[in-house]
C-alpha cells in the first residue's frame, strides 16, 4: 500500500507562486515515478508534470514548462511542484500519484499508468 497526502493549495493572484507537497508513506520502494495531474471544473483530468523517484529524470506538460518545476525529496519521501507566475488557467484541484515498477515513462502523461491517488489540494488564482 501507498498513501499521498497533498499540500500547500490555497488562493494566490496572478503571477503569484505556491509550492505543493505530496507526502509519500509506505512501500514507496515500489513505485517508479510520481506525478501531479489537475482538474478544473467541468474539465478532463489532466497531466502537469511527473518525476522518477530514483533517477530524478522530469517531464512537464507544454502549458506549464518553464513556470512549474517537480523536484523529489527522497529522504523526506515528498515530492513538490514549485509553481510560478500563476495564470487564471492553473485554476483547479491538483492530485498527486504514484505509478509502479514496470509502468513505462513513455505513458507517464495517461492517468491509467498511476495506481496510487492522493485526495487532492486546490489551487485557486484570481485575476
Known amino acids: 500500500q501507498v498513501q499521498l497526502v497533498e499540500s500547500g493549495g490555497g488562493l494566490v493572484q496572478a503571477g503569484g507562486s505556491l509550492r505543493l507537497s505530496c507526502a509519500i508513506s509506505?512501500?514507496?520502494?515500489?513505485?517508479?515515478?510520481v506525478g501531479w495531474f489537475r482538474q478544473a471544473p467541468g474539465k478532463e483530468r489532466q497531466f502537469v508534470a511527473a518525476v522518477t523517484w530514483g533517477g530524478g529524470s522530469a517531464s512537464y506538460a507544454d502549458s506549464v514548462q518553464g513556470r512549474f518545476t517537480i523536484s523529489r525529496d527522497n529522504a523526506k519521501n515528498t515530492v513538490y511542484l514549485q509553481m510560478n507566475s500563476l495564470k487564471p488557467e492553473d485554476t483547479a484541484l491538483y492530485y498527486c500519484?504514484?505509478?509502479?515498477?514496470?509502468?513505462?515513462?513513455?505513458?507517464?502523461?495517461?492517468?491509467?499508468?498511476?495506481?496510487?491517488w492522493g485526495q487532492g489540494t486546490q489551487v485557486t488564482v484570481s485575476a
Open positions: 500519484a504514484a505509478a509502479p515498477l514496470g509502468s513505462s515513462w513513455t505513458r507517464l502523461t495517461y492517468s491509467y499508468e498511476y495506481d496510487y
Open positions: 509506505g512501500r514507496t520502494f515500489s513505485r517508479n515515478y
